[in-house]
């Protein structure tokens, strides 16, 4: 009787987990980007998750000591100056009745969430250690593309400002994770 030895583990040198990231990293900047051009059509609205710790994020230092690793805000009736750039977004808010200027690169958007037709990104972050981990089959860990339930608002202004930082919560609808198309 012959036995032939395991196959070892393809490694994915292409890296299509970030690809897929960044592809619907696109999709959050298409979104924004005509929200920029035409306002936001019908019941729509967005609530967008980031990490507050990374580099390039503008908010003030009040905002980041209140929230020290990551916030969502929500683009609904009571924002400003939406700008998309190719690498980030900028947007005026208001929390608790004071107007603030903040700068997000896609980069650092942990979540996009769509209430009015259910719709939500999750993305993993790629620098986080362990990201690139390899899971319990050997394979790298792919991008999670997963719909968020709708955050709970906290600290709304005392007109109840729908642009105020929440507190992201998983769950809700139906879950698209990209791990279902590997090869096992």
């Known amino acids: ?4 030895p395991p196959t070892p583990p393809v490694q994915d040198f292409i890296r299509y987990d970030l690809l897929t990231q960044k592809a619907l990293r696109g999709v959050v900047h298409d979104v924004l980007a005509r929200v920029a051009r035409e306002g936001a059509p019908g019941d729509h609205h967005f609530y967008i998750s980031f990490r507050t710790t990374d580099p390039d994020v503008r908010l003030s230092q ?5 929230y020290p690793a ?8 009571q924002f400003w100056d939406l700008t998309v750039r190719e690498d980030g977004f900028e947007v005026g808010l208001s929390f608790r009745n004071i107007p603030e200027k903040l700068s997000v690169p896609f980069a650092s958007v942990t979540g996009f969430f769509d209430p009015s037709v259910q719709f939500g990104l999750k993305f993993d972050n790629p620098d986080a250690p362990g ?3 390899e899971d319990v089959d050997g394979e790298t860990s792919g991008a999670a593309v997963e ?3 709708q955050p709970e608002p906290s ?10 930082p929440a507190a ?10 990209l791990d279902k198309f590997r090869k096992k």
């Open 1 to 4: 009787m012959t036995t032939t």
């Open 70 to 77: 990551e916030m969502t805000i929500v683009l609904q009736h």
């Open 62 to 66: 009040r905002l980041r000591a209140e």
């Open 131 to 133: 990201a690139a981990d």
């Open 168 to 177: 992201a919560s998983e769950g809700g609808a139906e879950v698209v994770s």
């Open 155 to 164: 600290g709304t202004d005392e007109q109840g400002a729908d642009a105020s």
């Open 147 to 149: 719909p968020l339930r």
